[in-house]
């Protein structure tokens, strides 16, 4: 009797051992996993900071206007080929004169825009 509890000891206290060491690895290899999330983390931040930097680099006017000058062959409108459109006036559809559109002129958007020809918005 004495025997078989010394060897049910003994066998409980290898079986304990085993299952720590077991956890103690699994530890270990989460620990790693947790490790090389944290560099990726770290990494993802620094990529973040340098994009955000490039962001407000190529969204500042001046380049938006020197690439658009450079690459599209884009220009600033003269002052003639502005049109303002009043929007407070009404625009009616099906043959109601059109109001509010005007060249730029000295009063700017006092002067609505009158149409020859019967007052009628064409289509």
Do not use: C
Request: no cysteine; proline share 2%.
């Amino acid at each position: 009797m004495r025997d078989s509890l010394m060897w049910f000891l003994v066998f409980s206290g290898v079986v304990s051992a085993l299952f720590v060491v077991n956890a103690r690895h699994q530890h270990r290899i989460a620990y790693l996993a947790f490790q090389e999330e944290e560099s990726r983390r770290d990494e993802l931040n620094d990529e973040w900071g340098r994009l955000l930097i490039a962001q407000e680099l190529w969204s500042s006017p001046n380049v938006i206007e020197r690439d658009a000058a450079e690459r599209l062959s884009m220009r600033a409108p003269k002052k003639g080929d502005v049109e303002y459109v009043d929007l407070s006036a009404s625009l009616s559809v099906g043959g109601v004169e059109a109001q509010g559109v005007n060249k730029n002129t000295e009063q700017g958007f006092k002067q609505p825009f009158k149409q020859q020809g019967g007052g009628h918005a064409s289509r």
